[in-house]
């Protein structure tokens, strides 16, 4: 009954690094949370303030260029892990890329001027 309550029996959950290629998926983890983050904020102030896409080019300005920044990250991040980490994590990268090219489509209204 003991051995039921210990923690052998239970993989335990990493929460710190221990390996470099996990460090270094850290180290992309807020570019990756930038990707749909950045469409979700621009999403949400479309909904506060209308349909009226003259006035959301503030923070058009901030999320394109962030855009840009996480692409070129991303790209070398991808190249990285290819070479040094396992391959899930470089399909991973690859898929927050592709990721990338879908919500900046998706921002193409934002970018339109009355």
């Known amino acids: 009954m003991a051995q039921l ?12 690094p221990k390996t470099g290629s996990e460090w270094f998926a850290l180290f992309l983890l ?16 479309r909904d506060i303030i209308g349909y009226r896409m003259d006035t959301s ?23 990285i892990q290819h070479s040094i980490g396992p391959r899930r994590a470089y399909l991973s990268t690859c898929g927050f890329i592709v990721a990338l090219f879908v ?12």
């Open 57 to 79: 080019t503030d923070l058009v300005s901030i999320v394109l260029p962030g855009y840009f920044i996480c692409f070129i990250v991303l790209v070398l991040g991808a190249m």
């Open 30 to 45: 807020p570019f990756k949370v930038f990707v749909p983050g950045g469409w979700l904020m621009l999403a949400i102030k």
């Open 103 to 114: 919500f900046g489509f998706l921002m193409l209204p934002y970018l339109a001027h009355t």
């Open 5 to 16: 309550f210990s923690l052998g029996h239970i993989r335990a959950m990493k929460i710190i």
